[in-house]
């Protein structure tokens, strides 16, 4: 059991580099921190249901927002967090659906929005309508989110409008991620790996370049920890005084770099 313990801790840093990282989430099981509006005032707004599997989702919790004899503008936010600076190849997916099989042309958009800079839809990333309805008929849609929003604190708002008297809109599993940092067909990178990951106090690099510089991020996306080259000594850092958690590290390897997940026992 050990030694498969140990060659799993080996290859994670390799198997990472083209892994999702997921930033921010929530499967609408709880409420905490979202904000429904009613924009139109017809005293109708988003909603949480239980079980959607009949649409195709996951068991469980999701919002609903209804568009059967009015005509809605019905937004809900999520709360604001934190895009970590070394965050890129940022994403979002939502699973969106709609209950009737007939009356289901269900028109919605996503939007993200920096705390306290602009309005709620200055920053559209998609806008659809949904062509089917009913029984499985749910599909998970997703786009890109401009690298400019790593290292701000965000929401992102989900928005029903431009439908009037189809029937219910339904959502569940709002995700933003980041992936794919920097592609490992950079050859500074050939054959690379650090361990252990989970790391106590030293951790150890192969590389076939000299290593740079070495930043790391807390999930705030705060820099915490700075090794310049010349504190790098055979290929390894002390990380005795990082506190136990979940951290970005940045490897610089001449002019390039890549992120990776580290997680500090």
């Known amino acids: 059991m050990k030694r498969n313990l140990l060659f799993l801790l080996l290859i994670i840093p390799a198997l990472i580099l083209n892994a999702q990282t997921t930033i921010w989430s ?22 949480q249901n239980s079980d959607g599997t009949l649409m195709g989702f996951a068991p469980g919790k999701y919002m609903g927002s209804y568009s059967v004899n009015t005509s809605p503008d019905n937004v809900i936010t999520a709360p604001v967090f934190n895009i970590p600076a070394a965050a890129s190849n940022l994403t979002f997916s939502l699973r969106v659906a709609s209950s009737s099989s007939a009356s289901y042309s269900e028109s919605y958009a996503v939007y993200i929005q920096e705390d306290g800079v602009g309005s709620m839809f200055d920053n559209e990333l998609y806008q659809g309508i949904l062509t089917s309805g009913g029984p499985d008929s749910s599909i998970l849609i997703n786009g890109s989110i401009p690298n400019s929003f ?21 959502i569940d599993d ?31 690099f192969n590389s076939n370049q000299p290593i740079s510089k070495i930043q790391i991020f807390n999930i705030l996306g705060q820099e915490v920890l700075r090794f ?8 390894s850092v002390e990380l005795n005084n990082l506190n136990s958690g979940n951290y970005l590290i940045k490897v610089f390897i001449e002019n390039t770099s890549q992120v990776f997940r580290l997680v500090k026992i």
Do not use: C
């Open 174 to 204: 709002l995700k933003v991620e980041s992936g794919d940092t920097l592609s490992v067909e950079n050859s500074n990178f050939d054959n690379f790996s650090f361990y252990p990951n989970p790391v106590n106090y030293r951790l150890n």
């Open 26 to 47: 929530t499967d609408f099981e709880s409420l905490d921190g979202l904000a429904s509006m009613d924009l139109d005032g017809d005293g109708f707004e988003w909603f």
């Open 150 to 170: 790593a290292g701000k604190n965000v929401r992102i708002i989900v928005r029903h409008f431009n439908t009037t008297n189809q029937l219910l809109f339904m």
């Open 228 to 235: 310049n080259a010349s504190n790098i000594f055979n290929n």
